[in-house]
């Protein structure tokens, strides 16, 4: 049995520590006043008892708690106030220099709960301890000096979750939509050295990683960028290689007729296609940015951002080969093909591709392969897409962060000076999101005690407190000069401003989000009516609820100018902390807080029996009620050897939801070859991953790939997500 330290590393239960901590503040006191002995052994065992039975590993804090409680139900009042002080004391002492002891522990690399905070980074890894050293630092600073004592004490009790606070001690943004257009066709900046427009395909896809790498390491969210930028390139390269083919058979004295000289160009721009496409993939695998990790970004495939029929064939052309050699996937330390985690990948379904007689089927086919194999792409449906974004399709900010539809070019113009402006034309390119705070719906419910007055009285309560929390990220972002981040906001990947010149501008009118996020729909309704959100006497308070929250951003967004939206929060490690922070208030509650993890934004619980086609068309109605950020998905077995049944669900995604995935596993073993899935086995109250066939449970000789949060995570989860994982039923 573990628990976790303060410094984050875990440990064996000891309970002769908790003996001596008991008897230390018992010999405190007078005679009359202690514990018998027999008492405080009792004491001790009933505390094993409980971390016994939580299946968890229990924070030391958390146990402390237990002690307090166990010494009080003794009647031992003035032990228990005698360990309280103490315990008050060494608070003192280590609030005095908070941060030594997170950081010792993780160059020491036995913090626990940092190994499994970030799927897809390696704790280990130098330039990871790096970032995490720095985000202690940031961490503390912002607790200490930057967030009012109440925002700060709502983050710890988990009522709300002020995100990335390992960042916010800088004047850093979330995620953006990054204008590659104009950084390519006018020129860009990386690292002081100007870079031209490309004079190929495949040099456009090299500068378009460089772009990627510098962006990541200049925010901390996800990033997108659309292939249509680079399809331009392609009729580039294509005239290059005419001139050179014509020029070598003039030289060479051979005749060919023009149907034979055409053959051998394409064939040359399929090379260069090939060999632009495996940069793109090779290098964001491989990159590693300031903060230790792959760069989060997402690629986007939609046939209608073409400007020419031309265009059109040749992004046709690039979208075959990058579902190809997502396809074929990686290959990892020992040579073999497996899933990589990045670049995300989503196709957009339209009249164009959506049907057998349709122009580009075969692309949506070969999209539906790439699924049953590597998970991606992920899929927009267009014609949902325009009736919920005012008629407008364009990609999420990484993986579910999507921007209000453009308002701000039309009453203030090309705020941004961006280069590739177009008037009358809605710009989404080189706009970004300013931040996230999450709600904890499942609190709210539990602190209203199921009294539905007090339920809305408490939620416009913490709805005023996100909104001050809300606030103080945007402030945190007022004043913030350009040259803090020059290949976002002067050259071009966000803005054209001057050094010198505040972001301010960009901050208002709807050229920015900042986004409300919620969690725990589904438990909060459970306790609220008895029932799931999926039943339909319980459906409407759900809908109730997600309508509030949207109420509450219109009211900001129109007392401010700044555009507020509800966003379904993709929680990783969050849903782990939410989880305990409500068992330590409220107990454990059976189907509510009986678990190490809350459901994440409105989704149906991972342990609901329910068919793919139920589950898509039911969220697709929380999904409108999301306008900031929202995914689903569905469970599936391998399918490599049923894309009729891929297809079929597909076309379902394209009728009925706006945006949504299909899970599947792709697992390896190194020690033995098994490339089935890897299980999830409990050992010693730990949930640890598996092989089946030869029982290895070394994680680095694993390749897991999953999908956690809208994104693939490739390393090794926190107990809570690990135990939603394993209870993750079947929609297919």
């Known amino acids: 049995m573990k628990i976790i330290k303060r410094s984050g590393a875990e440990v064996q239960f000891d309970i002769s520590k908790i003996l001596t901590a008991i008897n230390k503040a018992n010999r405190e006191v007078e005679e009359t006043d202690r514990l018998h002995s027999d008492e405080i052994l009792a004491i001790g065992n009933a505390i094993e008892k409980e971390c016994e039975e939580s299946a968890r590993a229990l924070s030391v804090e958390e146990i402390q708690d237990l002690v307090e409680d166990h010494i009080m139900d003794h009647k031992a009042y003035k032990v228990a106030r005698t360990y309280i002080t103490y315990r008050y004391k060494r608070a003192l002492v280590r609030k005095s220099n908070s941060t030594d002891q997170q950081i010792l522990s993780l160059i020491e690399c036995n913090n626990e709960e940092v190994k499994q905070e970030n799927s897809n980074k390696n704790s280990t890894v130098n330039s990871v301890q790096r970032d995490y050293m720095a985000g202690e630092v940031s961490k503390d600073i912002t607790k200490r000096f930057l967030l009012p004592p109440k925002i700060v004490k709502a983050h710890e009790d988990g009522i709300i979750h002020f995100h990335d606070a390992d960042y916010f001690a800088q004047h850093m943004h979330n995620c953006d939509l990054v204008n590659l257009e104009d950084m390519l066709q006018n020129g860009t900046v990386i690292s002081g050295t100007r870079i031209e427009k490309p004079h190929s395909f495949s040099t456009a896809c090299n500068v378009a990683t460089q772009i990627v790498a510098q962006v990541a390491s200049s925010q901390y969210g996800g990033q997108s960028i659309s292939l249509s930028h680079l399809a331009p390139f392609v009729e580039v390269s294509r005239k290059g290689i005419r001139k050179d083919v014509l020029e070598s058979i003039e030289e060479n004295g051979i005749e060919m007729t023009e149907e034979q000289i055409t053959n051998m160009v394409e064939h040359r721009v399929r090379s260069e296609i090939k060999k632009g496409v495996q940069t793109?993939?090779?290098?964001?695998?491989?990159?590693?940015?300031?903060?230790?990790?792959?760069?989060?970004?997402?690629?986007?495939?939609?046939?209608?951002?073409?400007?020419?029929?031309?265009?059109?064939?040749?992004?046709?052309?690039?979208?075959?080969?990058?579902?190809?050699?997502?396809?074929?996937?990686?290959?990892?330390?020992?040579?073999?093909?497996?899933?990589?985690?990045?670049?995300?990948?989503?196709?957009?379904?339209?009249?164009?591709?959506?049907?057998?007689d349709s122009r580009y089927y075969?692309?949506?086919?070969?999209?539906?392969?790439?699924?049953?194999?590597?998970?991606?792409?992920?899929?927009?449906?267009?014609?949902?897409?325009?009736?919920?974004?005012?008629?407008?399709?364009?990609?999420?900010?990484?993986?579910?962060?999507?921007?209000?539809?453009?308002?701000?070019?039309?009453t203030r113009g090309?705020?941004?000076?961006?280069?590739?402006?177009?008037?009358?034309?809605?710009?989404?390119?080189?706009?970004?999101?300013?931040?996230?705070?999450?709600?904890?719906?499942?609190?709210?419910?539990?602190?209203?005690?199921?009294?539905?007055?007090?339920?809305?009285?408490?939620?416009?309560?913490?709805?005023?407190?996100?909104?001050?929390?809300?606030?103080?990220?945007?402030?945190?972002?007022?004043?913030?000069?350009?040259?803090?981040?020059p290949i976002l906001w002067q050259h071009g990947a966000l803005a054209r401003l001057k050094k010198g010149e505040t972001i301010d501008k960009l901050l208002?009118?709807?050229?920015?989000?900042?986004?409300?996020?919620?969690?725990?729909?589904?438990?909060?309704?459970?306790?609220?009516?008895?029932?799931?959100?999926?039943?339909?006497?319980?459906?409407?308070?759900?809908l109730e609820v997600m309508q509030k929250m949207n109420d509450a951003c219109a009211g900001w967004k129109a007392k401010t100018n700044i555009d507020f939206s509800v966003y379904g929060t993709p929680l990783e490690s969050t849903t782990y902390k939410f989880a305990k922070c409500l068992q330590k208030r409220f107990g454990k509650v059976e189907g509510v807080t009986d678990k190490n993890y809350i459901t994440n934004s409105y989704?149906?619980?991972?342990?609901?029996?329910?068919?793919?086609?139920?589950?898509?068309?039911?969220?697709?109605?929380?999904q409108k009620l999301s306008p900031g950020g929202a995914i689903s998905y569905v469970e599936v077995p391998n399918m490599q050897s049923n894309i009729p049944a891929v297809m079929t669900v597909i076309r379902h995604i394209y009728d009925n939801i706006m945006y949504a995935e299909l899970n599947t596993k792709s697992d390896y073993c190194q020690c033995c070859g098994f490339d089935g899935e890897i299980s999830i086995v409990e050992d010693d109250g730990k949930l640890v991953w598996e092989c089946p066939n030869c029982g290895n449970r070394d994680q680095n000789k694993l390749n897991v790939a999953r999908r956690t949060c809208g994104y693939i995570g490739s390393q090794f989860w926190n107990q809570g997500r690990t135990q939603e994982i394993k209870e993750r039923v079947l929609h297919l």
């Open 603 to 622: 989704h149906v619980h991972v342990t609901e029996e329910i068919d793919a086609f139920n589950k898509l068309t039911f969220e697709s109605q929380f």
């Open 414 to 485: 090309n705020v941004a000076n961006a280069g590739n402006y177009e008037e009358g034309k809605h710009k989404y390119y080189g706009r970004f999101n300013q931040g996230v705070v999450t709600l904890n719906l499942v609190d709210i419910a539990l602190s209203s005690e199921g009294d539905f007055e007090s339920f809305w009285k408490i939620f416009d309560e913490r709805l005023d407190l996100c909104y001050e929390a809300l606030m103080i990220r945007h402030n945190r972002l007022k004043g913030t000069v350009s040259d803090v981040a």
């Open 508 to 542: 208002f009118g709807g050229y920015s989000t900042i986004s409300l996020g919620y969690a725990g729909l589904y438990e909060c309704c459970r306790y609220m009516t008895g029932k799931p959100h999926t039943d339909p006497a319980a459906t409407p308070f759900a």
């Open 280 to 356: 793109i993939q090779y290098q964001v695998v491989t990159l590693m940015t300031t903060n230790g990790q792959s760069p989060f970004v997402t690629v986007y495939m939609y046939l209608d951002e073409a400007k020419t029929e031309r265009e059109k064939e040749d992004l046709a052309m690039v979208i075959e080969e990058v579902l190809e050699q997502r396809i074929q996937g990686v290959k990892n330390e020992a040579g073999v093909w497996i899933t990589p985690a990045f670049p995300k990948l989503i196709y957009v379904l339209d009249e164009d591709n959506i049907h057998p």
């Open 362 to 410: 075969y692309l949506t086919e070969l999209a539906a392969k790439c699924t049953a194999k590597r998970m991606v792409p992920d899929y927009i449906s267009a014609k949902i897409m325009r009736q919920l974004k005012g008629g407008d399709v364009y990609t999420c900010m990484g993986c579910r962060s999507f921007l209000t539809p453009d308002r701000c070019s039309e």
